[in-house]
């Protein structure tokens, strides 16, 4: 299965993996899936570290760096991700989020978060 984690996700997994719940480490873990990244996590990463927030001090140059080391691939954005967002009901106001969940319909991918509002989405969203 393919799976797209949204940041906070990608974050503990490379770098505080005992914040993952045990469902969330079984998805990661499982040799069947496929695991990826979206450069909206890095792009929510070098935005909220340059605004100061402590729980996004990592160099999202390293963080991409170590995703691809560690056989993740990337889920490029495209313009039909950005108009899907349109469809979009309004239950969650990040950006960033909006775009994990619309690339996640578009593309038929299980978007796994940690977040209870991004769950609350229709379609392959999956709180772990």
Avoid: C
């Avoid at 496929?34 to 990463?45: M, N, R």
């Avoid at 070098?46 to 996004?56: S, T």
């Avoid at 056989?71 to 979009?88: G, K, M």
């Amino acid at each position: 299965m393919k799976l797209l984690l949204d940041t906070h996700l990608l974050l503990w997994a490379a770098g505080v993996p005992d914040r993952l719940s045990a469902a969330a480490r079984a998805w990661l873990t499982d040799p069947l899936n496929e695991l990826l990244f979206s450069p909206a996590s890095l792009w929510e990463v070098a935005i909220k570290r340059g605004l100061g927030r402590q729980d996004f001090q990592v160099d999202p140059r390293a963080l991409r760096r170590g995703l691809l080391d560690n056989d993740y691939r990337e889920l490029p954005i495209s313009s039909d991700h950005a108009v899907a967002i349109d469809s979009l009901p309004p239950l969650h106001k990040d950006p960033f989020d909006r775009m994990l969940v619309a690339q996640a319909i578009v593309e038929g991918v299980t978007l796994l978060t940690s977040d209870a509002a991004v769950s609350q989405y229709p379609g392959p969203v999956r709180r772990v």
